[in-house]
């Protein structure tokens, strides 16, 4: 007799499902520090982070500003920097070690979450800034173009999350240069 | 045995009250946006910002004498008006909910969860307020709230004496003839 084979092809693309799900989930829960390497000792530098600069109209003001929050929050946890200073605070003018990080919006398209959800290929949200972070005599120390895309899920202010934790990362794999003595004295 | 047919049918059987359910819901939270436009408190969720306030916490923020007001169920904070910089307003659209509802559509056989998301979308207001700390430090706090909500906050902050680098009008104005593509 002839086995029905229907049920079985339900059964094996259920269980693919469940086993793909399981491998996203399981890729979302692993430690960073597995991922990533492992971030080197504080530098004996301190940051000040400037807001994005963009032309009027080119960078809705929520997205600048949670770039701009969500990266001071995201230079702090690296522990790369011995302060990281909000833009305009004066206690960041005695520190004589002090880079000041600058990004200029070089790209800003804004997806819509529904067509994303609907096409999966249409509607993403990009985001893409020049970072310059420059020392007190105006020499760049880091200097790069960093972007984030979200492509299928999430809300348009995940590329600003993402820019963020992608603008952390760089500088936290990149190599500084050693403070100049009486530099900013 | 059912069959794969039956099981398909069965699955949009089941996520028919499901989408009978968002779709009342939306239509309810508009009905409920127009109704509390006037209310001394706007619904709002503190997207990230707030000193003290957990990211995405929903509670009441309103405009009072001292600045504005966010009052959550364990968190409270005010920006004071006289630090206040600048404020801002935009809007933008959003799936509802969340990753229960994502993973929901996900399991709808041929492409229903595609569909669906047609329907379970919002359009929601965003404010965002810029101010300086006791050092001179830049913050930013972004809240989002239903549509229609922001400007009528603008418009409160700006009566208090809050310098808003986007009159109020411009900014509905500039928002209309734009849509969301920047």
Redesign the interface.
Known sequence: MRP?R??L??TLTRFAMETLLLCILSLGLMPRGFAAEKPETTSAWAVQVE?VQAEV??????FG??I???LIAQLVKTERFQQV???????AEGVPNLLTLHMALQN???G???ER????VAGATKVKVHLKVSARDGNAVVEKDVQSTVRI?G???KATYALARNIAGVLRDAPLPAPAKGAGQ | MPTVRENARSCVFLFLPLLFWLCTGSYAQTADTSASKDASGVHAMHVLGLEGVKRNLHGTLTVQPAGLDFRAAAAHATVPSATIQDVFTDQDSRQVGGKVLTLAKMGVPYGGGRALSLFTHEKVDSLTVEYRDTNGGLHGVVFTMPMGQAEVLKKQLVALGVRASIPVASQSKKQDAGGTKQ
């Not at chain 1, 109209?57 to 929520?62: A, K």
């Open positions: 029905n229907r049920p092809l339900v807001p109209g080119q960078l809705p003001p929520d500003m949670v701009y929050e969500d200073f909000r833009s305009g605070d004066h206690e800003f398209e804004r819509n979450q529904t959800a609907v096409t999966t899920f809300e348009n202010l």
